[in-house]
Nanobody, 131 residues
Framework: QARLDESGGGSVQVGGSLRLSCATTGYTYSTNCMGWFRQIPGKEREGVAAIYTGSGTTWYLNSVKGRFIISKDNAKNTVYLQMDNLKPEDTAMYYC????????????????????????WGQGAQVTVDS
């Protein structure tokens, strides 16, 4: 049974930074997709970033490019989301997810992970950016 445990959420001021971690157990971590998603009440879950754990290829939501970095530590079966220059609109519950390929959907050069393509989910970590 796959288990994903997020940590690292919290509250920060505008312009601040947070790093989310997602540790996986009971799951074939290598050569698979790991994604970060976020959701605010009443809105659909939004794909923020994804990484293919084999090659390290990454994909990002346009609005977080240059501010967020997804990375992996295969020895620890853990994926990270470094979030810098945080904005109030980044406030959301952030979820880690895992599944096999495809990691992201590309449409006209715009690539992003889609929630319905991921079957394994963590419990979520709240990120609040105070203005």
């Amino acid at each position: 049974q796959a288990r994903l445990d997020e940590s690292g959420g919290g509250s920060v001021q505008v312009g601040g930074s947070l790093r989310l971690s997602c540790a996986t157990t009971g799951y074939t971590y290598s050569t698979n997709c790991m994604g970060w998603f976020r959701q605010i009440p009443g809105k659909e879950r939004e794909g923020v970033a994804a990484i293919y754990t084999g090659s390290g290829t990454t994909w990002y939501l346009n609005s977080v490019k240059g501010r967020f970095i997804i990375s992996k530590d295969n020895a620890k079966n853990t994926v990270y989301l470094q979030m810098d220059n945080l904005k109030p609109e980044d406030t959301a519950m952030y979820y880690c997810a895992a599944d096999t390929v495809p990691c992201a959907h590309c449409d006209g050069g715009y690539c992003y992970p889609r929630s319905h393509e991921y079957r394994h989910w963590g419990q979520g970590a709240q990120v609040t950016v105070d203005s």
